[in-house]
């Protein structure tokens, strides 16, 4: 796919997309697929804005290939313990910052919603994702997804990605 | 001291410990460990030295409940201040961190030096007459409240008693060889992690003095078959038993010790493997084959060392109920970039999201849900004979209780 070849609004249409299939998927519980939305090689980090403004370089979760992604999945399916929680993720104003004719830059806003096994809901987290979008192996993937989150006071843990 | 303010009972079973849950739940306890031990005769962590490095730079940050400034003045020296303006009480820093050349409330616009000396009070003359302080108003006694302050390899703390003992008697040998082992050389700063948990402080103190949960609860690694509970360890206490040091050492367990200690452990299972193991990748930093410290030095730091991660935990006590605990993570300023790269890598195995931390949230969490209403109950805890001594081995909660007869001894519980 040229993406230089597709119209504005065409482009638009397939990031927003791409973004939607992404949030549902994790929001769906089927984490088992998510690893497939990054190409092999990637670069997926969860930092807080603090660090980023302060350009220190660590992260909550950091992830440079989609087998980092997969053993995620699976120490979160059969490892690791935490509470019962479900995330609705809205993403909105996105923005395409760079169109190159095999890559997008693209910047948007996501909240996650988070309810607990009491039936509890919240806020959980705010922030910003900067996605790095290639036509990779018949679809869209992520080769860079930095969600930089302004909520830097995590509330409990952080079992499920974002 | 005088007598605890109200009734605690402290139950004495016949053999090991027992913890009443009010401890956890009591917002009287609460406030009598704010006095007693927060501002009382201890030593609190406020933070790394290399996150102010320049005159003028700040971060706020708390002792116990209490909001501080930790800056650095002209002459590079380390100051703690109250953060509460000596007029009417307003925070006087209100960000996180930055640089300044004074402090300034906003609320009326008393200024003050790096030491927390009152400067100015605007309209003190009044204005054309009217208004204005009282003629025998002295700035001198409207300071900031200072802190008396040490710092030991680049780690900070800060007591609001400025009769407490020298930071080092405080913290004895052991503390201080631990602290010099990782802290010595300069330290570069990776970044910072903040948790919220809705729990009382004193269960992440328990938490840091039990080697007993860790093959059990974090499964990590026992379930990709990276773990081995039979690897030599060992847990350590100051005499006073404030502090506590868990150590392991690598690559002493056999496969088939690992079959006997975990058979019907539901923790043993290597049906998985990492499909990409360089998360695990690391150098061997230290020669003494340490691979694991976790160091919690009474009232409020943690200091580990998990493979090639190094942090600092503080625990900042919110209510009787939930705390902040602020990670701080570094290595060395002349780490080069492939150890830069190896500490970031790693640094998804701790922190909230690590995959060897994450559960520390949730244990904390149950545990405060279900001793909520607990009335006169209490916990037992005996594993590793019940008392509070040191061991050559995990298979103990002996830290857990030497941590209670330090936080009775602070507290002015009585034996009943
Ligand atoms: S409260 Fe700070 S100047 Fe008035
Ligand atoms: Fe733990």
Known sequence: MDFLALSPLERQYEVEQLLARYVHCIDDDRLEAWPEFFTRRCDYRIVARENAERGLPLATIACDSRGMLEDRVVSLRNANIYGWHRYRHLVGSVLLLEVHAEEIVARSHYAVFRTRGEGVGETYSVGTYDDHIVFDEGQLRFRAKLVTYDTHRIDSLLATPL | MTAFAFDLPWPRPASGCAVPYAVFTAQEVFAVEQARIFRGPHWSFVGLAVEVPAPGDFKTTYVGAVPVILLRDRDGELVVLENRCAHRGALVCRELRGRQSRLACVYHQWTYDLHGRLLGVPFRGGIEGRG?????????AHNLNRLRVACLHGLVFASFDHDVEPLEDYLG???????????????????????????????YAENTRDPYHASLLHLFHTTFGLYRSSQQGATLMDPRHRHTMLYTKAATSSATVDAEVYQDVRSYDTRFKLADPSLLAGRKEFDDGITLVILSVFPNLVLQQIANTLAVRQLCPRDAASFELVWTQFGYADDDAEMDA?????????GPAGFVSMEDGEAVE?????????GDAHSYVAMGGGRAEDAAHLVTESAIIGFWEAWRAAMGVPES
Request: hydrophobic share 50%.
């Open chain 2, 342 to 350: 190896i500490r970031l890598k790693q640094a998804n195995l701790i």
């Open chain 2, 173 to 203: 040998e052991m503390v201080v060889a631990s602290i010099a082992r990782l802290c010595a050389r300069p330290l570069k700063l990776l970044g910072d992690q903040r948790q919220f948990m809705r729990g009382n402080w004193k269960l």
């Open chain 2, 366 to 374: 149950i545990v405060q849900r279900a001793v909520a209403e607990a």
């Open chain 2, 132 to 140: 204005g302080m009282p003629a025998d108003f002295d700035p001198a």
